[in-house]
């Protein structure tokens, strides 16, 4: 699902976000990444969108390289991966629906689809009755769970989750972490940025620890052990 070979991504004035980073995830792992703060998480994630360009390296994505992609064929990538952020990210002046909706809307499906699509989301992460509520009604899990099904309406091969528990409270994360492992189990490819060091060690998946822009540990039953 992923290839990166020998990746260094640079930023101006000699700032190295990562360092000739080689990696393979396969379709349906569940991976966490972990490593300290600075060490090159939210570059790997960045490159992997598409919305940082290597310095030097291939990056492959559901058999797409990276290099010889078109401009004009991003939006289709993007639609391929759903994105989970620490800080959900909801429009705050619409519904629950409207948040959810407005990614089918710019793929432009017909609107009884949207609906079902929608509703099928929402009923998924346990928030179908609230729909019509406004996402400043909601607790931070709550709103996570919308963004959830935000980044899975799609139907996306991939879905990326930078910290999605950094603003949440010890129970509340881990029924997040427990409703994307869920997501995996369906099929969707998981990638999970966290410093939530005992979520991690309870979990039992692949971890890959960056350390100064490189991997220094990559295991298939990991631990968080910095
Ligand atoms: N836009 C940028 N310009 C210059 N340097 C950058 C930029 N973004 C990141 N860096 C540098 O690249 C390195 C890796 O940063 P990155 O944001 O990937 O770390 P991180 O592991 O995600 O950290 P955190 O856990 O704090 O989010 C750091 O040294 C950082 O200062």
Redesign the pocket.
Known sequence: MITLKNVTKE???G???LTNVSLDVEKGEFVFIV??????????MKLLQKELEPTSGQIIVNGQNYKELKRKELPKLRRQMGMVFQDFRLLKDRTIFENVAFAQKVVEAPNRYIKRQVENMLDMVGLKDRMKAFSNELSGGEQQRVAIARALVNHPVLLLAD?PTGNLDPVTAREIMELLSEINKKGTTVLV?T?NRELVNEMGKRVIQ?ED?QIQQDEARGFYDI
Do not use: A, M, Q, R
Not at 35 to 44: A, D, P, V
């Open positions: 930023y101006d004035k700032n190295t976000g490593g300290k703060s600075g060490s090159g998480k939210t570059t790997l910290e940025v410093h960056i822009g």
